[in-house]
């Protein structure tokens, strides 16, 4: 008991994530109270049960008193549950007000879900596709929308969850107190590809955070979280980070950073995209029936705006990637990387 209800941040007990916030402890304190409670009555109830089935079971020549009432036995039951639910009831409303107003000074990112990736944008301008970073012990405000449908914004080990909802704002805030990387998932199903919607958060030593502020490569220092190969590859700001390998090597790493890979393969079997095996150069037959021969251009708009061509035999669940997202640069190398597929 004691290591979980210890301040020691980081750890990960009794089959609970890690704690990486104030509120995670503060929640666990209350699941814990709530669990034993639990644990408490039902010995209380099933054990009483068992022992009078036992000790009073039918025999030969005995017979039941008549019952009646007993006042100060049921003041007593009604009195103590209804002290104990409030008692619940005022220390869970006293974590949610916490957890509910940020504080004035917390940083503010915005969040966009969309199917099936989360996209970040930071006041710099910056937008990061499926990882979010954030700056150790400094409290942070998420202000959430949805491009389509309900999502739900998730991170384990900060104990926080809010609903993404399109139309609308919604935050949520957390103070990280756990350098490393903290997995996102999306928790509301919204789709084919719902459980491949992750992200991580990485939280930085104000060093590292300095250096990723100014673009420059950086390190992610402490616990680790068991990542798909989409987020590994996430890791790294992958342009600034990657700017001395060759062009189609930071175009590989771009398109698992920006979630591509979610949807594309480039071994040449279909996912919910075409595999990008061998298309350069070739004509792609189109949803209506034209032919349209794939070059620079074509992979080009269909990044920007994947419905103005929509390849038959595919939905147009593609998600557009404006010029903010996907700069210049990295679109050269997205296109180079397919290119090299051939
Ligand atoms: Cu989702």
């Not at 150790?136 to 080990?157: A, E, R, W």
Request: some cysteine; charged content about 20%.
């Amino acid at each position: 008991m004691n290591s979980v209800m210890s301040k020691a941040y980081g750890k990960a007990a009794w089959g609970l994530p890690l704690q990486g916030s104030d509120v995670a402890v503060t929640w666990d304190h209350l699941y814990w109270f709530l669990f034993w409670l639990s644990v408490f009555f039902f010995i209380l109830v099933v054990g009483g049960m068992i022992y009078f089935a036992i000790v009073y079971r039918k025999k030969e020549g005995r017979k039941t008193k008549y019952i009646v009432d007993h006042h100060a036995l049921e003041a007593f039951w009604t009195i103590i549950p209804t002290i104990l639910l409030m008692a619940i009831f005022g220390w869970g409303w006293s974590v949610y007000k916490k957890q509910i107003h940020a504080p004035t000074d917390a940083m503010e990112i915005r969040v966009i879900g969309k199917q099936w990736l989360w996209t970040f944008q930071y006041d710099d301008g910056r937008t990061e596709a499926s990882k979010l970073v954030v700056p150790l012990g400094k409290p942070i405000k998420l202000i959430m929308t949805s491009q389509d449908v309900i999502h739900s914004f998730f991170i384990p080990n900060f104990r926080v969850k809010q609903d993404v909802v399109p139309g609308m704002y919604t935050s949520v805030w957390f103070e990280p107190k756990v350098a490393g990387e903290h997995q996102v998932f999306c928790t509301e199903y919204c789709g084919t590809s719902h459980s491949g919607m992750l992200a991580k958060v990485e939280v930085l030593e104000p060093e590292q955070y300095e250096l990723w502020k100014a673009g420059k490569p950086y390190q992610v220092t402490g616990v680790k979280t068991p990542s798909s190969d989409l987020l590994a590859a996430a890791q790294s700001s992958a342009r600034l980070a990657n700017a001395k390998l060759p062009l189609p090597d930071q175009g590989a790493k771009l398109v698992q950073a920006k979630g591509c890979t979610a949807c594309h393969s480039i071994d040449g079997s279909a996912k919910i995209g075409p595999s990008y095996k061998g298309i350069f150069g070739h004509e792609q037959e189109l949803l209506d029936g034209t032919k349209v021969t794939v070059d620079e251009n074509y992979i080009r708009e269909s990044i920007q705006k994947p419905q103005a061509k929509v390849v038959k035999g595919f939905n147009p669940v593609m998600p557009p990637y404006t010029k903010d997202m996907i700069g210049e640069e990295d679109m050269n190398a997205i296109v180079a990387y397919i290119k090299s597929l051939n």
